[in-house]
């Protein structure tokens, strides 16, 4: 039994459409787009900055020469990660025009430890050079997209929060814009008395930037037929920001325990907590979606691996005030797409897969990315090109392979598909491959999508601690934390089929950290006003789909 | 210490809330007063004699007669800059949240809402006000008189404490505005029992019901109670009951006096919605529902018993 | 018809009260009161196809409230006037009615609407205090409106039923949460908002003097903080057969029956 087995009810044509509001009902911008994350932001900051020396473009691009369209309800809010920031590509976006110091962070990193656990003990390992973090920052990510969604709109953005993207508008082979989501819809899809529809928001340029699980991009790759050699693979982070009595003074990695070691299991990941302040803490259990077990919850192994010594001293005293989850691609370098580009569009950030998984960062390639994008678009358009022509937007992808952002993502290409193998033998080959810059072992590995792993099951459910209410805590109490409070009549944005192997149900129940999967007289129950939108079911063979613009997570501080 | 209680009547009977605030006036201490307002409404004084007034206020005019706000805004600070009451309380209400606001306004006076205690602290009045959802609690006091308060429904019980109250007729001096609004129909009728934000009983069903048709138990003892039926999300989405009677985070927020949880677990996301509840009591068969941590009185035992003995047992007590 | 909506912008989330000011934290993100926007929507309603009828929103707060209070702007209110005074921090509900009076005497609206309660403060009672300092007859709780003939007539709940009560026009009336659903706003309205004069006024564009703003005009004061009591102690008993009479015991006893 494998989650492939049971696909979900969904086709990528729901998710591309032609323009269809009369012509004077459409909304024309410059250049759209999608996700007011570090990648949609960091290009409306580029776009801002060259359109400032440039006012003639701007002009020939409307009233709105740069709109970013954003699901959450405002930006930040669906945002999360660690998160320890690699600062270079924020230098480069604001050179001249920011100090490092006036972004949000929480300090300079200055002592990092490794430990490999086991139940009850830490052994400090030397940290793996992928992972020094020496000189990097300690952010909250949903923060300092607000502060960017503060530049973008200073540089002349506008910003369109609680707006979902739910159709790429393609018209003659090219991508003209993006249609948004109705809003008022019953769970019956019916219209609701304050029914809106949405809108066709024509652009000449689009720009995805959606993160992870991208619902356009994913659209975008099939159309447009994009895949990389390797299929996308993904994980899932489950974090938790605490006040803390005692200040942290370093960042700290884990490994091993509460994850197994063998080979069969294919448990792949680790933890972080990282320093915010001299207040707060947050970590983090990140495991791979390559998982076999049905038992497995990352929810519940943060909640174990809080019940550690090593840990469980850290929060002693302390007070949960934060909670989230998200999913990482995991893919790498050989699951790129092997364009960024079609004809009207560009692939920017999580969404074509820009993560160092060794390193556990991405989120300067995505800043990276997005404003290498902007700078691609305002050439096409600063030429006056015809943009939707084969290839206009080709520099692109040339600036990108130009870019630290390849070189990095080409060096530990192999390293994640290693630990397939299991943790022992692959940690030997990723520090192989890490001496080697990615040149042992020859040849590149291969990965399986994450749904078509066959299912096992081990009884570990057994071991995860009951909620205290202190320490540790249930699911619903945590999405209680993530401030969804999405409204409970709206249409099930989830598709997934509901009569499935119950080896199924339980994993997709087990593995949905916000308690959205029941599996109940062999159906499966979808609540879906609990889902944070982490979109890890469409890993494990369902399909995230974007619900109505301002639902979801309220996250602040994640 | 110089009190005026504004009491509110109806259909010839004052309410038990304003007799609950006025007996707390008495236990404060100081002269108590009360107001009251109407038409035809003498006979009401030696009600408020017996439950702590030591004079009684009665401006009885047929331009009082339906109960609106303003009018009585023009009654009470005539009274008040007439007599100089230190301190006037109300027992909170549609209509005297709206004459304590109109008379703060006309007096430049503080007023402290949604209050749950008073009491004299150091010589000085201080009131208590939950915040945030219930989650705080301040106190909260005045800056020079009078202080008006709007005291939170329910708060206080009334106390007899038999005495002959001194009757004072007012004088009804009205302002042109305060006769404007007029009251077109008034209609008493409640065919389907009170809504679930304003019922003073809330008997509500979870997912432990088992099934839609079980909620005939919930909506029988809500009936015995004279309470309204609520619902938890969980059966709400399963369409066992309309969304109209949710309650929870993403449902309504309900503060009766007597909730009862029937199979409900009580996840964080019911409670906030219920949390402000005065009595809670639960019956659930899991004993580690999450509920029982937070219920007056839990009960772990199955429902379909303990549900229709109790509706019987209520019935018989509200017979006899 | 000018139709003003009086709001406010509340904080999205995370409401807490900062133990040294002893006023709520607004620091965080603003939204528009969601009982506000209730009002809001009736007043658009009212205002319906009608070209020379206008709907105008007036808070009060500090500057970036606009943010928050745009949400109407983009709902289809035409503008938005908000009283911003560093003076004005810390109002009560005398300070506040005030200045929120004031400036509604300036624009001499013929209706003036207000939202069911803030629900940060959960206050219910400004309009009251408002509609008394312009001397307008009060309609309030309406969960049904409507205007004609110079009159506004609204239905509304109460705890003995229903009333029906009508005023003449100018007037202020307070709407139900169960009056409509609100609207959402559209993409274009939205990208429209931003466009719509959003007017900024201090105290003393008001006439109003430093006394009777903020703390100094307020007649009410923050004493302490305090958790609330404990909700006694929980009892749990296992059902023997006398779960329900030891229930109706309980309910006795805490004189809830």
Known sequence: MKPSDFPPPFDVSEAVARPTDPEDERIEVGVAIVGAGPAGLACAIRLGQLLEEAPAIAERLGDVPVAVIEKGKQPGSHLLSGAVVNPRALQRLFAGRKRLDELPFYGVVEQESVYFLTRNRAARIPTPPTMKN????????????????????????????????????VEHGRVRGIRTGDKGRGRDGEELPNFEPGSDVLARVTV??????????????????LAGENPQVWALGVKEVWRVARPLRRVIHTMGWPLRAGAKYREFGGSFIYPMGDELLTLGMVVGLDYRDVELSVHDLLQELKTHPLVRKLLDGGERIAWGAKTIPEGGFLSLPKRLHAPGLLLAGDGPGFVNVPALKGIHYAIETGALAAEAAFAVLQRGEAVGRRGALASYDEAVKQSFVWRDLEQVRNMRQAFGRGFWLGGALAGAMTASHGKFPPGDARTEPDAE???????????????????????LSSVFLSGNKTRDDAPNHLRVQTRVAPE????????????????????????????????????????????EGGSGPEYTLT | ??????????????????????????????????????????????????????????????????????????????????????????????????????????????????????????????????ALDDTV???????????????????????????????????VQLEDFSTLAKMIEQAHEESEGPSIEDADVIVAGGRGLGGPDNFALVEELAKALGGAVAATRAVVDAGWYPYSTQVGQTGKTVAPRLYIAVGISGAIQHKVGMQGSNVIVAINKDPNAPIFEYADLGVVGDLHEIIPKLTELVRQRKAA | MKIAVCAKAVPEQARRIDPETKRLDRSGEQTLNPFDAN??????????????????????????SLDALRKALAMGADRVVLVTDEAAAGSDLVASSYALARVLEREQAELVLFGQQANDSDGAVMWAAVADRLRRPLISQ????????????????????????????PAVVAVSDAINEPRYPSLKGIMGAKKKPQETVSLSDLGVEGERAGESGSRTEVYALGEPPPRGETQRVEDDGSGAEKIVEFLLERKAL
């Not at chain 1, 995805?208 to 037929?225: D, V």
């Not at chain 1, 792993?453 to 699911?475: H, V, W």
């Open chain 1, 208 to 225: 995805l930037a959606e993160g992870t699980q991208g619902h356009l991009t994913g659209a975008a790759i099939e159309t447009f037929g």
């Open chain 1, 504 to 547: 199924l149900a339980e994993l997709w129940a087990r593995m949905c950290p916000a308690q959205v999967y029941e599996p109940q007289d062999g159906r499966v129950e979808v609540t879906a006003s609990n889902c944070v939108q982490c979109g890890a079911i469409t890993a494990k063979g369902g399909r995230l789909t974007p619900p």
């Open chain 3, 39 to 64: 009002a809001v929507e009736e007043g658009l309603r009212l205002k319906g196809d009608a070209a020379d009828a206008e709907v105008v929103l007036f808070s009060l707060g500090p500057e970036r």
């Open chain 1, 453 to 475: 792993q066959e299912l096992i099951r081990t009884g570990r459910a057994r071991r995860y601690p009951a909620p205290d209410g202190k320490l540790t805590f249930d699911k």
């Open chain 1, 134 to 169: 020496h000189g990097n920052r300690v952010a909250s990510l949903s923060e300092l997209g607000r502060w960017l969604a503060a530049q973008a709109e200073e540089a002349g953005a506008m910003i369109l929060p609680e707006t979902a993207a739910t159709k790429l508008l």
């Open chain 2, 1 to 130: 210490m110089s009190t005026l209680v504004f009491l509110e009547h109806h259909e010839g009977e004052l309410q038990k809330d304003s007799l609950g605030v006025l007996a707390k006036a008495a236990q404060l201490g100081g002269d108590v007063s009360a107001l009251i307002a109407g038409s035809g409404v003498e006979g009401l004084a030696a009600q408020a004699g017996r439950f702590g007034a030591a004079k009684v206020y009665v401006a009885d005019d047929p331009a009082l007669e339906a109960p609106l706000p303003q009018p009585r805004v023009d009654v009470a600070a005539d009274l008040v800059r007439r007599h100089g009451f230190e301190t006037v309380l109300f027992g909170a209400t549609v209509l005297t949240a709206d004459v304590a606001a109109g008379l703060a306004a006309r007096l430049d006076a503080g007023l402290n809402w949604d209050l749950v205690d008073l009491a004299q602290e150091d010589g000085k009045l201080v009131g208590k006000r939950p």
């Open chain 2, 137 to 171: 609690y301040v106190d909260v006091g005045w800056k020079g008189e009078p202080r008006l308060a709007l005291i939170r429904t329910g708060t206080f019980e009334p106390v007899e404490s038999p005495a002959e109250p001194e009757v004072e007729r007012v004088d």
């Open chain 3, 142 to 169: 309406v969960a049904e409106l409507t205007v004609s003939d110079g009159a506004v007539r609204g239905k509304r709940q109460t705890e003995f039923g229903y009333d029906v009560i009508e005023a003449p026009l």
